[in-house]
């Protein structure tokens, strides 16, 4: 027991600050995990004593790694992306484990073996890939589709690859009775679960739920999936097995996302533990010793999968760009290669050497993934002739769209916030140009008559296309942070002034997009709140005189391109408005004292006075920094309350 409790503390320890680490050098926690198991294990500074008792802690990992496979599966989705699914996904898989088991006879390693390894090689890594796809806003791109329908038919490959491999690995002469044996338990087992074991799921858990206790429930959750897992077992199949038919079952249920969540600590915590079990396989002396024979594998891999996943592509129709794109995204391994990995090794199918080998190179093709990725729009252009044509199409599409237009808006994003701005423009008779990323939404848009095109908004010649240098505004409508830093990064680069209206999904996000070069950036859960409160007050009987100056209140403090107005001869000078921020323009003309002067040296903040905008030859920018220095003929816009408006002024014109 004490030797155990020290072998989880030095897990624990080196795990926090080399993820830590990893973390702040957005590297993904899987590498990290990998590492602290390679310089703690046996082949480096030999920390860890028990590796054994390591081994069995992580075996659980697995088991909730495949539970949340289970709770994820959905046969609706698979029946949308059949064709992606089973024919991209099997074709790649399947050739790959083809491929590796015919290179292995050609060097003496037997077809079991080949099989085995073939199937380790063939997986992707779903955590990276599917974060690298959300991060660059690439999900509904084609080769996004078909990274997202691989990777699902990979998840859905591991269950039988862990039911077959130990059967071939101990059938000797009888191989097709072990293998039959081995599938005539595998559907006994599925039909008994699925056939009667969802009803019953649905009723248990609706028992348990009804005493309104979290520590029951999570015990339930425990108990399913480590009893089908164990149930598993004893009829000689897998414990992951076991695990991804309980949450198969749960997964049809109203309690999915309960589970989900209620297990997530659980999961990744030995998921970690398993992936630093899979470090300690690595022998930094083996490595060093056949450093040739680890990079050829690591570049065979990468082109051998690059060229099975393109090939497979273009079969089932797709360009030659986008097959190379996927290919590209899927060349690299996965962490269910390293559960492959580790059962190749409790058979000894392999010699450790090898072993090792295989290690290192899924370990290296995982650290390059990203900067594959990275790169892999170059590579496309560089390779694919007809992409440089593809890519013109598409810019003349979006620049046809656009050439008509001046002080347009450009939308980036054209879901379903920026199809209700869209239409809100048509209203006001103001022309946009929208760019979207999703060609079925764009196609019955357009066919709507919707000025939408096809069009990366990322990409400075699309923006180009869409006439930026002629648009009054941007607004990027969807809500992903790091997409959205990118496309204001390329607009700011070819027109600074330009103002930039950007959709965040909660308040927290705020200052990193105003830091970006927002003007104003609007989060969701801030308006919601006060389109809630409104409809209260009014429903309880509060004046609907009083909710609407009290939500401008509240609006007229968060925005600042909403602060203040510009006050009329019409206007009253008393009531609600007369104690409201007001705008003031004033022109600077040749000998101002503000000209040459940035705002910052004007001191405005004593005056409680601010500036909202600075046009500049018919080029409004909205708030302008206080490094910003003043030119002759420019109109300052500026707001405050009026006695501090008029003291403003005379400092712009006089220095007063």
């Not at 010793?289 to 999968?305: D, W």
């Amino acid at each position: 027991m004490h030797d155990t409790l020290d072998l989880v503390l030095v897990l624990l320890a080196a795990a926090v600050v080399i993820v830590a680490i990893f973390r702040s050098l957005n590297l993904p926690a899987v590498l990290g995990y990998l590492l602290v198991g390679a310089g703690l294990g046996p082949h480096a500074l030999n920390l860890v004593a028990d590796s054994d008792g390591a081994v069995h802690l992580a075996e659980f990992g697995v088991v909730f790694l495949m539970f949340s496979i289970g709770l994820e599966f959905s046969l609706p989705r698979l029946v949308a992306m059949k064709r992606i699914v089973f024919g991209l996904g099997a074709a790649q898989v399947l050739g790959t484990m083809a491929v590796v088991t015919l290179v292995g006879r050609a060097f003496g390693l037997g077809w079991v073996a080949g099989i085995a390894l073939g199937g380790a090689l063939a997986m992707s890594s779903t955590a990276i890939l599917s974060k690298l796809l959300a991060d660059r806003f690439e999900l509904d791109r084609p080769h996004g589709r078909e990274t997202i329908g691989v990777l699902l038919f990979q998840d859905i490959a591991v269950v039988p690859l862990l039911i077959v491999i130990p059967a071939l690995a101990g059938a000797g002469d009888g191989l097709a009775a072990t293998l039959g044996l081995a599938a005539l338990k595998a559907a006994a087992l599925l039909a008994l679960v699925l056939g009667f074991g969802q009803r019953l799921m649905r009723w248990w858990f609706t028992v348990v739920a009804r005493r309104r206790s979290g520590e029951l429930f999570m015990l339930n959750v425990l108990l399913i999936t480590l009893g089908l897992a164990w149930l598993s077992a004893q009829v000689g199949l897998s414990l992951a097995l076991g695990a991804f038919l309980a949450g198969l079952l749960i997964s049809e249920t109203e309690y999915r996302y309960q589970v989900e969540e209620d297990i997530k600590p659980f999961r990744d915590m030995l998921m970690g533990l398993f992936f630093v079990t899979v470090g300690m396989f690595l022998d930094v002396h083996i490595i060093a010793a056949n450093l040739p024979v680890v990079i050829g594998m690591l570049v065979g891999l990468l082109v051998v999968k690059c060229v099975i996943v393109f090939a497979a592509s273009r079969m089932f129709g797709e360009s030659s760009g986008n097959a190379l794109r996927s290919g590209l995204w899927l060349c690299a391994g996965g962490e269910f290669g390293f559960v492959l990995v580790s059962q190749i090794d409790g058979l000894e199918l392999i010699a450790p050497a090898l072993l090792h080998t295989t290690v290192a190179a899924l370990v290296l093709s995982m650290l390059v993934a990203p900067l594959i990725v990275q790169v892999s729009d170059k590579l496309v252009l560089r390779f694919v002739a007809s992409e440089w044509l593809l890519r013109s199409m598409e810019l003349t599409r979006v620049a046809a769209q656009s050439m008509n237009t001046s002080r347009h808006i450009i939308i980036c994003g054209y879901g379903r916030s920026g199809q209700y701005m869209a239409r809100f423009m048509e209203q006001e008779d103001v022309s946009y140009v929208a760019l979207d990323l999703d060609p079925e939404r764009v196609r019955e848009a357009g066919a709507a008559g919707d000025t939408v095109v096809y069009g990366d908004a990322a990409r400075q010649e699309t923006l180009l296309a869409a006439g930026i240098m002629r648009a009054s505004a941007l607004v990027i409508s969807f809500a992903e942070i790091e997409a959205a830093l990118r496309v204001m990064h390329r607009a700011h680069a070819l027109r600074p002034g330009l103002p930039i209206v950007v959709r965040a999904r909660d308040e927290k996000d705020m200052a990193r997009l105003a830091d970006g070069g927002a003007t104003e950036v609007v989060p969701e859960a801030f308006e919601g709140s006060i389109v809630l409160a409104s409809h209260a007050l009014a429903l309880i009987g509060v004046p609907l005189n009083r909710v609407v100056r009290r939500t401008r209140d509240i609006r007229n403090q968060r925005y600042a391109l909403m602060r203040g107005f510009f006050h009329g001869t019409t206007d009253a000078s008393e009531g609600p408005d007369a104690s409201q921020p007001r705008l003031r323009s004033v022109t600077l003309p040749a000998g101002a004292y503000a000209v040459g002067r940035t705002i910052a040296e004007l001191g405005f903040d004593e005056l409680q006075v601010g500036v909202s905008a600075v046009r500049r030859r018919r080029i409004r920018g909205a708030s302008p920094g206080q490094e910003m220095q003043l030119m002759e003929g420019d109109v300052v816009v500026l707001v405050g309350v009026p006695a501090g408006l008029e003291r403003a002024e005379g400092r712009l014109l006089g220095g007063s």
